[in-house]
């Protein structure tokens, strides 16, 4: 099915990520939104076309913009990762066997990307809980046409995808995407009871 495909990678990169961001991004990154989407590829940007409106078509835009998103995110990432592993002598495989190496944490990086990596995790950093849930719940409804019906249809796709996900990384996944998990859970019950979070209460006030 391909939801859960996407979805797993869209789970796979939230689990990894935080471990090696690109460093090079701290670096480049600028104030205007321009010049930080010549410099990542693609930056997710939440659209008003995940309001609460029924559609209950999809949002093929939309669903391209966020894939596009993940896969530019992960291409980044695995790029960053081989180039440690090469480093330190680790054969570098298929995908699991990198997730395998991450799960391990027996490598070192340098300050710049820990750095970056402790501000991507952030409460407001964009491998966050909130930014990540925020975004695989932006996928399930641009996919949905915003059709609370669908919510436990695509709940399930994303619990198999972060299981999938799971077996990558080889082990139990780190707290922060054991946290995201629940946000996710929590955010999908929401929407498909029509029931608003208090931050989209507050916001609205």
Do not use: H
């Amino acid at each position: 099915m391909a939801i859960n495909s996407v979805t797993s990678t869209t789970t796979t990169q939230q689990t990894t990520a935080y471990t090696a961001p690109k460093a090079e991004d701290t670096a480049s990154k600028t104030t205007d939104t321009a010049a930080k989407k010549n410099e990542t590829g693609v930056v997710y940007e939440k659209d008003s076309r995940t309001s609460d409106t029924v559609t209950k078509k999809t949002d093929y835009a939309l669903v391209n913009k966020l894939k596009e998103d993940a896969e530019q995110r992960t291409a980044q990432l695995r790029s960053l990762v081989e180039k440690i592993m090469t480093k330190q002598g680790a054969a570098i495989g298929t995908a699991d066997s990198m997730w395998s190496f991450l799960a391990k944490g027996d490598f070192e990086v340098d300050a710049a990307t820990k750095a970056q990596a402790e501000k991507d995790i952030a409460e407001d950093g964009y491998w966050g809980v909130e930014q990540t849930s925020d975004r695989i719940l932006d996928f399930a409804k641009a996919l949905s046409g915003n059709d609370p019906e669908k919510a436990d249809l695509l709940l399930d796709a994303f619990k198999k995808g972060f299981s999938e996900a799971t077996k990558s990384w080889g082990d139990e996944l780190p707290d922060i995407s054991q946290r995201t998990y629940d946000a996710v859970v929590e955010k999908f019950e929401n929407w498909k009871n029509g029931t608003k979070t208090a931050e989209t209460a507050q916001t609205e006030a």
